[in-house]
């Protein structure tokens, strides 16, 4: 396809991501308590939904049982995931002290590597979600 004009649309950031979870309360705790997000917004009783607070986005997680939760068919599983992975950019941190903070809480993740992304290259590691959603922690680079 040939693109004649440009675009007025200019993507700065991730805005949010909306994952469905068959037990929210205890993924909410994961992202606060491990990831160190924050509860934005809740609306359990509309929508079964929570807004984390994770830098300049946001992570919606969706009950499962929920109105809005039913309506995206089956939940997460091995073989069916709702998306590939998520990228959380982080404040750069000793690669050894992160990893065993993870494995203190008992994340497995996988090695640290350099990796390709919105602000080019990093070093990165991979971890599930307590929904088997993969996570990606990039570090960002010290000014």
Known sequence: MEIIIKSPIDIKAIDHVVLRASNAQALVAFYCEVLGCSIERELPEETGLTQLRAGSGLIDIIALESKLGKLGGEGPGREGHNMDHLCLAIESIDEKSLIDFLKSNNVHCGEV????????????????????NTIELKLMPVC
């Open 113 to 132: 590597s350099e990796r390709y992304g919105a602000g080019g290259f990093g070093r990165s590691v991979y971890l599930k979600d307590l929904e088997g």
